[in-house]
Nanobody, 121 residues
């Protein structure tokens, strides 16, 4: 059974920081790259950051230099450290298998509830 549980969101002022966590079931975590995605009302879910099983990372241009993705393989947990937050980072954040292709990840069978991040100006 796939389990994805995101946590760590909240309300923060612009320029502030948050750390998101995602506890994933071993069946999804151990063999896949993992990604953080975000979605705002009326917009398509987008990939924010991705990390391979070996620890290589990549980021959307909009967050490069401000966000850091990491994973703890012993805990089946992936993190997203967010610094210098901007109001436009406000969204619900989700984790799942990492993929660059919306044609793939939008068809994933299972998503967790996500965690709300709100950045005030």
């Amino acid at each position: 059974q796939v389990q994805l549980k995101e946590s760590g969101g909240g309300l923060v002022q612009a320029g502030g920081s948050l750390r998101l966590s995602c506890a994933a079931s071993g069946s999804i975590f151990s063999i896949n790259p993992m990604g953080w995605y975000r979605q705002t009302p009326g917009k398509q879910r987008e990939l924010v950051a991705i990390i391979t099983t070996g620890g290589e990372t990549d980021y959307a241009d909009s967050v490069k230099g401000r966000f850091t993705i990491s994973r703890d393989n012993a805990k089946n947990t992936v993190y997203l450290h967010m610094n210098s937050l901007k109001p436009e980072d406000t969204a619900v954040y989700y984790c799942n298998k990492g993929s660059y292709y919306s044609g793939s990840y939008l068809k994933y069978d299972y998503w967790g509830q996500g965690t709300q991040v709100t950045v005030s100006s």
